[in-house]
């Protein structure tokens, strides 16, 4: 994960500390806290990557590496993560060696809004859960869109706000109640599951979010509604 909350030290530093505190069992967390269905969104990434065949993976927002460890099932020649907590990616370099890919799979501490490589340099760029946890939105998809070669793909999955009786009725309620006080309890951490449903309310998705990707310069956008709409997978090609 990445990024973010506005105030003393900015929302970058106060989300990279949120991250870093809860990275032990964060894990646990997601799959624990969306039924594992989180997996099965990852999958949808998966089928769609691997129908690209794509050479070179760059995921931002990397967290622990369950994107880009999935990833590696496209048998490209190289998997990129990145992220701003080093806890995450400690983690995250543990499993990856665990698995056997350290050859395949490297895990970096870096910025999404101001990332460390060369202008289209990537086949693919991912990112998952973390967009929203951007400083500056328009910045890191600026960004994700300069390291990406000219008709290269971009997928980044996002949890949506639901529509429809009476699924966004019991999913606000499961999302506003029920998981901020599981979280809170087994992650011992007050703001992290409290931040979750405030950063999935403030996100731009749906259309508003399709139009920040043509701003980013992204033609060929599209949304692919997860799992009744509580997650989205966002897609676009660099020109």
């Keep these: 994960m990445n990024q973010n909350q ?19 069992r964060y894990d ?7 039924f594992g269905i989180d997996n099965s969104w990852r999958k949808r990434v998966l089928k769609h990557a691997q129908a690209l065949k794509p050479a070179n ?16 099932k496209c048998h490209p020649d ?12 400690k983690i995250g370099r543990e499993k990856v060696k665990n698995k056997g890919l350290s050859g395949l799979i490297t895990l970096q501490l870096g910025d999404s809004e101001a990332l460390p490589y060369d202008d289209k340099s990537f086949d693919l760029v991912t990112a998952a859960f973390g967009v929203r946890n951007f400083e ?15 008709g290269a793909r971009l997928m980044i999955l996002e949890f949506s706000k639901v529509s429809g009786f009476p699924w966004k009725l019991m999913f606000s309620f499961y999302f506003r109640f029920i998981l901020p006080v599981l979280g809170r309890l087994i992650s011992k951490h007050d703001f ?22 043509k701003l980013a310069g992204f033609v060929n956008t599209r949304q692919e509604r997860l799992s009744g709409g509580i997650a989205s997978l966002y897609s676009g090609e660099r020109k």
């Design 136 to 150: 500056d939105l328009d910045k890191g998809l600026s960004e994700m869109n300069r390291v990406l070669k000219p």
């Design 78 to 89: 190289k998997i990129t993560g990145v992220d701003i907590a080093e806890e995450m990616l």
């Design 192 to 213: 992290a599951y409290t931040y979750l449903p405030e950063s999935v309310g403030a996100f731009p998705s749906g259309e508003e979010f399709l139009d920040r990707l």
């Design 6 to 24: 506005s105030g003393q030290g900015g929302k970058k530093e106060k989300v990279r500390n949120m991250f870093d505190t809860i990275a032990k």
């Design 57 to 72: 993976i760059l995921d931002v927002a990397t967290g622990t590496g369950d994107l880009a460890i999935m990833l590696s």
């Design 28 to 34: 646990f967390l997601n799959h624990f806290l969306s």
